[in-house]
């Protein structure tokens, strides 16, 4: 699994380090969710009738199902503790997408940590190790109003679905040929 961090500063002048990492095969992939599984139950276990652990492994397990042939990686916000504060999953070959579109899988910050810059970090993150990508895409759930007014204020266009219930966004990445 490749690695590479750097150090980042919050809007309150407090440094974090962003990791990054390719996820190569499962035990990659559960070694990882190790470290964000807190962020993850935050906000992937909502009122359910199925018992809360269960749910979480079982969305788990099928997450792994959905990326595995869709070149995941994730980048991991982590505090001097070594307390992962957010993170954002990309998948690189994302099926139904155009070639050159890293899509946004998950974005998640800790409730306690938001606000402060780690979310749009986390986003743009991707122009680091992958600076030949043309496209950001991701959907959000309709409801999900602080998301898409992150995203509009952040430069991506927002488009309707054909699914009511999801906004699709798409940032245009300045290509090779137009960078100065
Ligand atoms: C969406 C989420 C990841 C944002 O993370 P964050 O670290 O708080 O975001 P940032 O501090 O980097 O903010 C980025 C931009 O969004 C805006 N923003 C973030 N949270 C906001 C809020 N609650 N209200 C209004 N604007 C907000 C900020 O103003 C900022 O714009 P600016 O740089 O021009 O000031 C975080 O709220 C979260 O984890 N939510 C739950 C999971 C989720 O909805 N994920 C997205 C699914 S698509």
């Known amino acids: 699994m490749d690695k590479l961090s750097w150090v980042e500063q919050d809007k309150n002048g407090r ?9 190569s095969d499962e ?20 009122s359910s009738d199925e018992e809360p652990v269960m749910l979480c492994e079982n969305k788990l ?7 595995r042939d869709c070149k ?7 505090n001097a503790e070594n307390k992962a504060l957010g993170y954002a999953l990309f998948l690189c070959e994302a099926p139904e997408y155009y070639e050159e579109t890293a899509v946004l899988e998950q974005l998640a910050v800790a409730s306690e940590f938001r606000e402060l810059g780690i979310g749009k970090k986390l986003i743009f993150s991707i122009l680091k190790v992958m600076p030949d990508m ?8 309709i ?4 998301a898409q007014d992150m995203y509009e204020r952040l430069g991506f266009q927002r488009f309707e679905s054909e699914d009511s219930e999801i906004v699709d966004f798409v940032y245009k990445i300045k290509f090779k040929n137009e960078r100065t």
């Open 134 to 141: 043309g496209y950001i895409a991701l959907h959000t759930h």
């Open 143 to 146: 409801s999900n109003y602080i």
């Open 61 to 67: 397990k099928r997450l792994w199902d959905d990326i």
């Open 15 to 23: 440094d974090y380090t962003i990791e990054f990492h390719r996820i």
């Open 27 to 46: 035990a990659g992939f559960w070694a990882l969710v190790a470290q964000i599984r807190s962020i993850y139950s935050e906000i992937f276990i909502s």
């Open 72 to 78: 995941p990686m994730i980048f991991i916000a982590k």
